[in-house]
């Protein structure tokens, strides 16, 4: 399921603040910042720079589900594409491989955790 906010909602990125937080980098242009955790529960901001692997994410499955909000750059995975102000959400136990493209910044809400598959 994919919504835009983009017809009424409008923001900018602070990209000085994203500099502050802590990021764990995977080597592959791919960069995590873990903004709150609870049990399983987990709100993320993933940061994936232009030139990163095509293969940066690997395929993974959504044990409760995914709900994401592209702040930057572009998505593109099995489900579709998607852009910045997209509101996406992603069905429980659904998989998916995606790719960025461009400068991407998405912050992410996994309900019940993720694990990846082969």
Known sequence: MRR??????????DETA???LQW???GNGLAMARLARSEKRELVLYRIAADAATGAFLKHEHIGGEFYLMLKGKIVDE???Y????VVFLDPLSVHTPRAIGDTVVLVLW???VRIVD
């Open 111 to 113: 309900p019940a955790g």
């Open 18 to 20: 994203l500099e502050r």
């Open 83 to 86: 852009e910045k102000g997209d």
């Open 4 to 13: 835009s906010l983009n017809d009424f909602l409008k923001f900018d990125l």
């Open 24 to 26: 764990r980098d995977f």
């Open 79 to 81: 489900t579709g594409e």
